[in-house]
């Protein structure tokens, strides 16, 4: 009977693995993932840049989610100017799994979805219809547009401070607005919060890399 149930196990044990790398098969060709030419720049990065991102990316501003992906991300490699072909693969890995559902990711064979598809979430975030992002499929316009609307947001925010002769720094007016953007509407009572994007950590990444991209910095 045990030796059944051994066997059983071993069988089970070769379905998963199986339909686990077919899942990951099937998610990478469905997105391309592992060819984001939309993030290729990045290699272009001096490494100050791209050390940014990085400390971004691993910050806790979400314990739950930081959990759940240590389940299958144990190691954080130090880098360098040595490594940083190997830093800036971290940093598009990393990017991808961010605007994923972090359970879904685990199906998925620990993917998340192409930066496109998260510029695209965070675009409707901040507020920007979907029906004008449908048509849209060019990273510079979808950058954009959510660039536009950022900095309209940001100057109507530092207008009301200005009203009230109040002194605000640049970077605080960006926090006023990722809390906004997080808290924002009962958007954390929603179950997609716990294991979704990390919006403040995804918001201000791709408010980042829209600026390194423009070289363009929004301030007042």
């Given at each position: 009977?045990?030796?059944?149930?051994?066997?059983?196990?071993?069988?089970?044990?070769?379905?998963?693995?199986?339909?686990?790398?077919?899942?990951?098969e099937?998610?990478?060709?469905?997105?391309?993932?592992?060819?984001?030419?939309?993030?290729?720049?990045?290699?272009?990065?001096?490494?100050?840049?791209?050390?940014?991102?990085?400390?971004?990316?691993?910050?806790?501003d979400?314990?739950?989610?930081?959990?759940?992906?240590?389940?299958?991300?144990?190691?954080?490699?130090?880098?360098?100017?040595?490594?940083?072909?190997?830093?800036?693969?971290?940093?598009?890995?990393?990017?991808?799994?961010?605007?994923?559902?972090?359970?879904?990711?685990?199906?998925?064979?620990?993917?998340?979805?192409?930066?496109?598809?998260?510029?695209?979430?965070?675009?409707?975030?901040?507020?920007?219809?979907?029906?004008?992002?449908?048509?849209?499929?060019?990273?510079?316009?979808?950058?954009?547009?959510?660039?536009?609307e950022?900095?309209?947001?940001?100057?109507?925010l530092?207008?009301?401070?200005?009203?009230?002769?109040?002194?605000?720094?640049?970077?605080?007016?960006?926090?006023?607005l990722?809390?906004?953007?997080?808290?924002?509407?009962?958007?954390?009572?929603?179950?997609n919060?716990?294991?979704?994007?990390?919006?403040?950590?995804?918001?201000r990444?791709?408010?980042?890399?829209?600026?390194?991209?423009?070289?363009?910095?929004?301030?007042?």
């Amino acid at each position: 009977m045990k030796e059944w149930l051994y066997l059983g196990a071993q069988f089970a044990a070769f379905c998963v693995e199986e339909g686990y790398e077919k899942i990951k098969e099937d998610w990478n060709k469905k997105f391309n993932i592992d060819n984001d030419n939309d993030l290729l720049f990045l290699y272009q990065l001096p490494f100050e840049d791209l050390k940014r991102l990085h400390n971004i990316l691993i910050s806790e501003d979400n314990i739950f989610l930081d959990k759940i992906k240590g389940v299958v991300q144990k190691n954080i490699v130090e880098f360098d100017e040595s490594n940083v072909e190997d830093l800036v693969k971290f940093i598009i890995s990393e990017i991808h799994l961010l605007g994923g559902n972090t359970l879904v990711n685990l199906g998925r064979g620990n993917q998340g979805v192409t930066y496109k598809e998260i510029v695209k979430d965070v675009c409707e975030r901040i507020g920007i219809n979907k029906k004008e992002l449908k048509s849209k499929d060019d990273i510079k316009t979808l950058e954009l547009l959510f660039f536009k609307e950022f900095r309209q947001q940001f100057d109507k925010l530092k207008a009301k401070y200005d009203l009230k002769n109040k002194s605000i720094t640049d970077d605080e007016i960006k926090e006023k607005l990722f809390d906004e953007y997080t808290n924002g509407l009962l958007k954390t009572l929603l179950p997609n919060n716990l294991t979704g994007p990390a919006w403040r950590k995804t918001i201000r990444i791709v408010l980042i890399i829209t600026e390194l991209r423009k070289n363009t910095v929004v301030q007042s």
